[in-house]
């Protein structure tokens, strides 16, 4: 049952480095996400993908970019690592977005730190 | 736009004992309200799914219920175990519009 998969786990980023976060979901879902997770500040929103071929800007989407792949992958994209972006990062899937979307599945997570 | 807020931050209780956790939003146009667990270091698993026209749901010790025209949500911990520790989120959905999450409560259940 894997659900939704998220690779690296962790990740140590010099200022300026990019790097692609990986989120793949095996629920034949339709909707995926990209959410943020700081202290003191919960999940916010980075960038969604209502269907395939679909994304939209969230609450914070300064300093990323996302790819749709495919239905099954939506990967999240860090161009110039800035320290502000160190962070706990989770993808999620649900069936849709609006009327009836359904639960929402998370993925393990993954740390990023920029130096 | 849709805002929703947990009381409290931070609950500490013995073992043993019953427990509620706030939610609170401000759009009631809710299509449903889900109730989340994270251990720490861990993602998000899903406890609770609740549709607009429920009223409550339940999971073993877990209850939860809505009330949509208030714009609340509470969920009820029977017989609190320290396994219970953990931080709890709630998140709303409304429009076309992703889940709209609470910064959750941290409980603590103690021996």
């Known amino acids: 049952n894997a659900g939704v998969t998220q690779t690296p786990k962790f990740q140590v980023l010099k200022t300026g480095q990019s790097m692609t976060l990986q989120c793949a979901q095996d629920?034949?879902?339709?909707?995926m996400y990209w959410y943020r997770q700081d202290p003191g500040m919960g999940l916010r929103l980075i960038y969604y993908?209502?269907?395939?071929?679909?994304?939209d800007k969230g609450e914070v989407p300064n300093g990323y970019n996302v790819s749709r792949l495919n239905k099954r992958e939506f990967s999240l994209r860090l161009e110039s690592a800035a320290p502000s972006q160190t962070s706990v990062y989770f993808c999620?899937?649900?069936?849709?977005?609006?009327?009836?979307?359904?639960?929402?599945?998370f993925g393990e997570g993954s740390r990023l730190t920029v130096l | 736009k849709q805002e929703v807020t947990q009381i409290p931050a931070a609950l500490s209780v013995p073992e043993g004992e019953n427990l509620v956790l706030n939610c609170s939003f401000t759009?009631?146009?809710?299509?449903?309200l889900q109730w989340f667990r994270q251990d720490p270091g861990k993602g998000l698993t899903s406890l609770l799914l609740i549709q607009s026209s429920q009223r409550e749901q339940t999971s073993g010790r877990l209850n939860a219920s809505l009330d949509k025209s208030s714009g609340r949500s509470t969920l009820y911990i029977a017989a609190s175990q320290p396994g219970d520790s953990a931080t709890y989120l709630c998140?709303?959905?409304?429009?076309?519009?992703?889940?709209?999450f609470g910064k959750g409560t941290r409980l603590s259940v103690i021996a």
């Open positions: 629920m034949n879902h339709n909707s």
């Open positions: 759009d009631s146009a809710i299509y449903n």
């Open positions: 993908s209502a269907s395939e071929g679909t994304t």
């Open positions: 998140a709303v959905t409304s429009g076309n519009t992703p889940l709209v």
């Open positions: 999620a899937s649900s069936k849709f977005i609006g009327g009836d979307p359904g639960e929402l599945f």
